[in-house]
């Protein structure tokens, strides 16, 4: 087959495809007609001008091979470039063979649409191979190519390093612009300085052992998220990495132990996007000169150290919060546990007994893990975080919080937080104080001490503990002051009757609450309240007879009602104005103050004290009554006797003096005997 | 006061039908509790005030519940220092549930038992739905039979149940007599198919237990009033029945239902508040 091709440039180049086994010296020419051989040319390109780079001369001459064009030279060329061979743009779709050029030692087949490196066996002087931009999909035909030491790969379509077994000389390799996603086969190249594999699909780097003349290392625009080995590269003095997937420090850890690194390149990495980017780098590698070409200055070393050291501290500390924290949960949720069981008061006892003990032993050890690493923790804490946070108290049972203005106690060992010495400052910063999971009776005996303690707290939250009746609301009333009370309907069924914000604003109107639960306490509230509850007051005061009414109050109040006592005394069961101006000047809870809310165990305790009262008092009573039983029955005796008696005490009278004589006798007798 | 009858009963008797001992010993005991206080300002007059707390029902306020208990002029003037403390809150028209008005009974009397709040509940809302709300009025006239008749309704119910179950507790077992055995059988065949008891033989053993009892029951004439309207009536039934007769003018604690809301004097006291 007969093809024929002319190309109008500087060089002359006709290909011819013959099955001819004569040499013919003839052209490389190109059929019109038919393009049949194994490349791949499109028809336009035939009339088009290209222009060489080298300007050479050469005549391919058909082969005796049946597909691949023969090249030749003119001889004068041959002399001129006796090294080297330039085919760039010539439109190969394969390497032709090349006779009588053995000497050749720079090959360039640049731009071509060559897709297998053939045909260059013979070649063995050949140092520099250029098959730049064409359309080779594997590596082979080198084996040959002993003294090889440039090879240039890129913007092909090679998608495995491989065949490069005998290339022992390598000492620049250029594999960019390919598909390839793995290095492997280089581990041999031990003299290859550069190695180019830019614009590929590596998605890591590793396996570069060997390499031990390596200097340069360009990985640009890939999708590398780790790289490994590079470390094991004692010559490596620069490592372009730019355009690729690394996020943090930790995947590219190895190279801050290569010491002959100094020059590295991160941009378009999500890494340099971090804000801890730059003194992360430089502190982790100071063998650096340059980072993304710029040059690291001293001063930037010396920032990189000193913001590292910050960023350390920051982490311990924010760690040592966290930790902190995980603690605090366990224990509330430890604390909640306990409550819940405590409340459903399941009967074995025996049994959840042990199963209580495993499960706080089971938090013990789970605390214990944290508290283990906690010693660890107590460095220096960093004067700039001044702790809003304070934990200050945290075991497995209870927890007690500090949170500026907030006491937070969870548990009912929280309470015996109000004996510590707390600072003044500390203490008056306390405006709320929040319960949780205490019962309210346990409360109510340490609120004499939350009001020395305390003196600024002004808002009570009670969560989970068991407000049940109305009139433990009384004992709120022994505090100071309360601006708002926030009760929630978690564990205190209290807040399901209609009635109880009024009562609470009723039974503790001196304090002038401005909100319950939240919601602003309008005068309409104060007003219903005291419609609803007003004749209460009224009765606990006034009608209560007064021994009882001192016997509820306390001492403090008795000197005031003193005053009343007297007045009352005097003018008894009338109210006048007088009464109740001075009710009302000793202060608008007197009439309430006998309102009061004793816990159970107190009221019970007081009841069986009074029970050996009662007995002296029933057998007194029953012993006062049978004698003025007896007295009476005496007496009634005496009233029916009486008369009978009576008479006979006359008629012996009246029959002793009927004979005159005979009486002054015996009277006289009588005195006689008496003397 | 210094009637016949009064005098022919033997002294303890008398005594105890007045309950005279229990206030003695009760306000023995008050003053051996606050001597102190009391020795200031005289014994004397400590016993007046007693007594006269006594006569006005304010002796009853922030008490124990065994001394609420104790007499029926005791229960009578808690159940009027309820009504007069907590009118408020029926007259407001809230309806509470039966844990709200225990709550409101605890504040008069500390420690005031749940169950009998809960009997008068189940009075109100005959046996059912106990979370119900209920108004002040028909938990007030419920909670006044339980509580003052509480040893009353007992024995009732235990007779409620004998005759559900066919045992007339009634019935002298004569051996030749045949009418008792018959009335037997019928009751225990009806008792199953249809609600309650029959009224008439209702009565007859409720008479008896009035005779039989030492402590208050209803005027017989009223049970028999509110009995011989219906023929066969329910355990709740009855007592609801009793509770919206006129069994306050007997108590005398409690106006009528008509009344109920009003009571001048404390408005009064209201308004000056």
């Known amino acids: ?34 393009p049949s051989f194994p490349g791949r040319l499109l028809q336009h390109d035939l009339e088009r001008n290209y222009s060489s780079r080298q300007g050479d001369h050469i005549n391919l001459v058909s082969s005796s091979m049946p597909s691949f064009p023969i090249l030749q030279r003119s001889s004068e060329e041959k002399i001129l470039y006796s090294d080297r061979l330039t085919l760039e743009r010539q439109k190969l779709t394969v390497c032709p063979i090349i006779d009588g050029e053995e000497h050749l030692r720079l090959l360039n087949f640049q731009h071509n649409f060559i897709t297998r490196i053939q045909n260059i066996s013979n070649l063995q002087r050949l140092i ?86 390596l200097t340069e290392l360009n990985l640009r625009h890939n999708q590398i998220t780790f790289v490994r080995d590079v470390d094991n590269l004692p010559c490596l003095q620069r490592l372009f990495l730019s355009f690729n997937n690394i996020s943090t420090f930790e995947s590219v850890c190895c190279l801050a132990d290569a010491t002959s690194l100094s020059d590295i390149t991160f941009d378009g990495n999500p890494i340099a996007q971090e804000s801890w980017y730059k003194h992360t780098v430089l502190q982790n590698m ?23 050291k910050k960023e350390e501290e920051k982490k311990r500390e924010s760690h040592k919060q966290s930790l902190l924290k995980e603690k605090k949960r366990l224990t509330i949720n430890n604390v909640a546990r306990k409550w819940d069981l405590q409340q459903h008061r399941i009967t074995n006892i025996a049994t959840n007994q042990d199963r209580k003990d495993s499960d706080s032993q089971d938090h013990c050890q789970n605390d214990g893990s944290t508290i283990s690493a906690f010693p660890e923790e107590t460095g220096s804490l ?3 975080l001044t702790s809003a946070l304070q934990g200050l108290s945290v075991t497995d049972t209870h927890l007690v919080e500090v949170d500026g203005d907030t006491l937070s106690l969870y548990g009912s060992g929280a309470l015996e937080c109000l004996d510590r010495n707390w600072s003044v400052q500390t203490a008056g910063m306390v405006t709320t104080v929040s319960f949780t999971f205490i019962e309210f009776d346990e409360i109510v005996q340490v609120l004499p001490k939350l009001r020395i303690k305390f003196p600024n707290s002004l808002h009570l939250k009670f969560k989970e503990t068991n407000l049940v009746t109305l009139q433990q609301f009384n004992a709120l009333a022994q505090l100071r002051r309360v601006d708002q009370l926030t009760v929630d309907p978690q564990g205190n069924p209290v807040v399901n009757f209609t009635l109880w914000k009024y009562y609470v604003l009723f039974r503790l109107s001196h304090f002038n609450m401005q909100k319950i639960n939240g919601t602003e306490v309008t005068q309409n509230d104060m007003i219903m309240a005291e419609r609803l509850f007003g004749i ?13 009414l001192i016997s509820i109050l306390g001492d403090a109040r008795k000197k005031q009602f003193r005053y009343l006592l007297e007045t009352k005394g005097k003018k008894p069961g009338i109210v006048n104005e007088e009464n109740n101006d001075s009710k009302r000047l000793v202060g608008e809870s007197t009439n309430r103050a006998t309102l009061n809310y004793t816990t159970r165990d107190f009221y019970n305790e007081k009841l069986e004290e009074i029970k050996e009262k009662k007995k002296f008092c029933k057998i007194y009573i029953e012993d006062l009554v049978k004698e003025a039983t007896e007295i009476n029955m005496k007496n009634e005796a005496l009233q029916k006797l009486w008369p009978q008696m009576f008479i006979e005490l006359v008629r012996d009278a009246v029959m002793e003096i009927r004979n005159k004589n005979s009486y002054m006798k015996l009277c006289l007798q009588q005195i006689t005997d008496q003397k | 006061m210094l009637s016949p009858e009064r005098l022919a009963l033997p002294d303890y008797e008398y005594l105890a039908q ?39 029902g304010t002796h009853i306020l922030f008490r124990e ?58 009075i109100v809302l005959m046996d059912d739905a106990m979370d119900c709300l209920m108004s002040f009025s028909d938990f007030l006239f419920a909670f006044q039979i339980q509580f003052y008749y509480s040893e009353f309704l007992e024995s009732v119910a235990a007779i409620y149940q ?46 008896n237990l009035c005779d039989r009892h030492k402590y208050s029951c209803p005027p017989p004439a009223l049970v028999k009033e509110v009995l011989s309207n219906v023929q066969r009536l329910t355990f709740y039934g009855f007592l609801v029945a009793l509770s919206k007769h006129h069994i306050n003018q007997a108590l005398g604690a409690l106006p009528d239902k008509g009344d109920l809301m009003h009571d001048p004097a404390l408005d009064e006291e209201l308004e000056r508040l």
């Not at chain 1, 064409?134 to 082979?140: D, G, K, P, T």
């Not at chain 1, 070409?293 to 590292?308: D, F, L, Y």
């Open chain 1, 1 to 34: 087959m007969d093809c024929q091709a002319e190309v109008n440039c500087g060089l002359h180049l006709v290909i011819q495809a013959s099955s001819l086994p004569e040499k013919n010296k003839v052209e490389f020419k190109l059929n019109k007609e038919t």
């Open chain 1, 128 to 213: 520099f191979l250029d098959l730049y931009d064409n359309q080779i999909e594997e590596i082979s035909g080198l084996s040959t190519l002993r003294s090889l030491r440039v090879l240039l790969l890129g913007k092909n379509r090679i998608k495995k390093i491989s065949n490069l077994e005998n290339l022992k000389s390598l000492d620049v390799l250029d594999l960019h612009g390919n598909q390839i996603t793995k290095i492997e086969n280089v581990n041999h190249l031990c003299d290859l300085r550069v190695l180019n594999l830019a614009r590929n699909l590596l998605s890591h780097v590793d396996n570069l052992n060997g390499l031990d003349s």
């Open chain 1, 286 to 308: 100071t063998q650096l000169r340059q980072l993304d070409t710029k040059r690291v200055t001293e001063e930037e070393r010396r920032m990189a150290s000193v913001v590292a």
């Open chain 1, 382 to 384: 960093d004067s700039g």
């Open chain 1, 536 to 548: 209460l007051a009224h009765v606990a005061s006034s009608e209560l007879p007064q021994y009882h």
């Open chain 2, 18 to 56: 007045r309950h005279v001992l229990t206030y003695m010993e009760d306000a023995v005991c008050q003053l051996l509790e606050n001597k102190e206080d009391i020795s200031q300002y005289g014994i004397a007059r400590f016993f007046t005030e007693y007594f006269n707390s006594v006569c006005q």
């Open chain 2, 65 to 122: 519940f065994s001394f609420i208990q104790a007499t029926p002029h005791n229960r009578a003037s808690f159940l009027r220092a309820f009504w007069r403390c907590f009118r408020t809150v029926g007259k407001n028209g809230d309806l509470l549930t039966m844990r709200e008005y225990h709550c409101l009974l605890q504040l008069l009397c500390p420690d005031f038992p749940l169950e009998l709040t809960q009997k008068a509940a189940r």
């Open chain 2, 162 to 207: 004998d005759l559900l179950s066919g045992k007339n507790p009634n019935t002298v077992i004569v051996p030749t007599s045949s009418s008792g055995q018959h009335r037997q059988r019928p009751t225990s065949g009806e008792a199953s198919m249809l609600e309650g008891v029959e009224a008439p033989l209702f009565y007859q053993c409720l008479e």
